[in-house]
């Protein structure tokens, strides 16, 4: 299956559609991304789409809901999950300030947690 991100205002992702890649196929039997957009446009009327990859093999995220669509990186970002995180330009993913701390040693219970406030990584018992 390919999967196309509508695209609302500011470049938010609205939904994600399915389509059969055998829809996508030209006569060729390639698949081109612009069948897949007309064929949506008609079934749901005139939107932007744009296809996104489960895999993260283009575009560098698969799209969820209210993720960006970010033109000039070519990418799908996640909203920003706090102020203090940056973003790695070449996966266009959030990351912490600090490194989150492995598992080793944890206990099945347990898992790192960032708190905000303090900067840092939380030991958490779930």
Known sequence: MAHFAKIGLNSKVITVHCVNNEVLKDSNGVEQENIGIEFLNKL??????????????FRKNFAGIDYTYDEDRNAFIAPKPF?????NESTCRWEAPIPKPNK????VNQSWNWNETNQSWDLTNI
Request: net charge negative.
């Open 83 to 87: 102020n203090s995180w940056i973003l």
């Open 104 to 107: 080793d040693g944890l206990e």
């Open 44 to 57: 749901h009327g005139e939107s932007i789409w744009i296809q996104t990859s489960y895999n993260g093999n």
